[in-house]
């Protein structure tokens, strides 16, 4: 009887624990703005300007900044609309790279701007023992000129020659198209804790990373990824256009020397105001979990941060030869919290686990804040071999190409800010 009493006694106390650590997590919540983020921005033929919310339309800024996606606001109309043109107009002739590369990519590699995660010897073929040419230092940019195995011919700056891929980045928009990129740490970020605006980090362009890309004919955002986990970001997106949505990525390559100044200034948020300091502190969470004190996936490549938009309308793009899916209107979807809410109001599961396993959260209990969604985000991306972080519901990780480059001494010092893309050759 006695036992009996005492393990009655010891669910009542692991009853109240977990009830008010979810009273917490629902508080911060219910703090939060809006949890839509940003919806679809117009846009028109390329070269006629772009559109604002105010439906006036001016030509664009010659300082060549990004425009955000829209408004913080939810929209209540219907859903806002983005169009360009298409390089050719859709025939037959057309080859539909996703099927014929058999699912890896939607456009050939070649042409795609990539760049060095390492200090890179070119060599004159390829092959290890080849003559070296020259080098490339970590985040410079080069030209993909030809694929073959596990090599690339590229065109930087000063040399044309061979380097391995094994730890090179590859522009995401270049090889998957059809996906919304909007990486608002390069133009104004969303980061915040528990809604506190957190000072020279919330609303702050804190990078370059948004240029002219003449393979896709647009201005568009600079998104390196290590090339190993490009196609199964491909497979996410195609499997979101399977269920009627698109991923909408916010920020792949992240530099250490931003990550370092969201830490600095969050601990200082932290230290001044009690509800930033429970947001991200109560047990058993701890700052960490929210931004990386140390060196993050972001800086390695082999992660990404992204959300859904439910797609209303889309069509078929061809550029020289080759066709995807382009969407043309689409809302984002409501997530449990704005993205980038660095808090336990963001969490995707109830406990830490290690974001170095690839087993270990598919035991742990998704957190009771995860909203549909969510779910349907997580959903997508666990099903193509990316892993959730139990911190943040937006964030997953490629563990199979962090395994590819754990010798890598790349730590994400440099800055990624140019770009060499130009259309694929026509097959």
């Not at 957190?198 to 647009?218: C, H, M, Q, T, V």
């Amino acid at each position: 009887m006695k036992k009996s009493s005492s393990s009655s006694s010891s669910y009542q106390f692991l009853f109240i624990v977990t009830a008010a650590f979810v009273c917490i997590i629902l508080i911060i919540a219910a703090m939060l703005p809006g949890s839509r983020n940003e919806p679809a921005d117009i846009e028109t033929d390329a070269g006629t300007g772009t559109s604002g919310d105010d439906g006036n339309t001016e030509e664009p800024p010659s300082t060549n900044e990004p425009s955000p996606p829209g408004t913080d606001e939810p929209s209540t109309s219907s859903p806002i609309e983005t169009a360009g043109p298409s390089v050719d107009p859709p025939s037959d002739e057309n080859i539909d790279y996703y099927k014929e590369s058999g699912g890896r990519l939607e456009l050939p590699v070649v042409g795609a701007s990539g760049y060095a995660s390492i200090n890179t010897d070119i060599k004159s073929e390829a092959s290890s023992s080849s003559s070296s040419i020259g080098s490339l230092v970590p985040g410079e940019c080069f030209r993909i000129e030809e694929e073959s195995g596990d090599w690339w011919r590229i065109t930087s700056a000063s040399y044309t020659g061979w380097i391995p891929h094994r730890y090179c980045f590859i522009n995401l928009p270049d090889v998957v198209p059809s996906a919304i990129y909007y990486d608002s740490n390069a133009l104004s970020s969303k980061f915040v804790s528990s809604g506190q605006m957190i000072p020279d980090i919330s609303g702050e362009k804190l990078y370059d990373a948004y240029d002219y890309n003449e393979r896709l004919g647009k201005n568009e955002y600079i998104m390196p990824i290590l090339y190993s986990m490009a196609p199964k970001v491909c497979a996410a997106q195609h499997a979101a256009l399977e269920e009627g949505y698109t991923l909408i990525i916010y920020e792949t390559f992240r530099p250490r020397a931003v990550q370092r100044k969201v830490v600095q200034a969050l601990t200082t948020l932290a230290d001044q105001v009690p509800i930033v300091d429970l947001g991200i502190s109560t047990s058993p969470w701890s700052l960490t979990w929210f931004i990386s004190t140390g060196v993050s996936n972001h800086q390695r490549g082999y992660a990404f941060d992204v959300s859904l938009g439910e797609i209303s309308r889309v069509t078929d793009e061809v550029i020289e030869g080759y066709t995807f899916p382009r969407v043309l209107s689409y809302i984002e979807c409501e997530m449990q919290t704005p993205m980038h809410e660095l808090s336990i109001a963001s969490i995707s599961m109830v406990k830490p686990v290690s974001s170095k396993s690839d087993t270990a959260w598919r035991s742990v209990a998704v957190a009771p804040t995860m909203n549909a969604q969510a779910l349907m985000l997580r959903k997508i991306c666990t099903g193509v071999g990316l892993s959730p972080l139990a911190s943040e519901w937006w964030h997953f990780n490629d563990l199979a190409t962090a395994a590819l480059v754990d010798d890598s001494p790349n730590i994400g010092d440099y800055y990624i800010n140019d770009i060499m893309s130009i259309p694929p050759e026509a097959p």
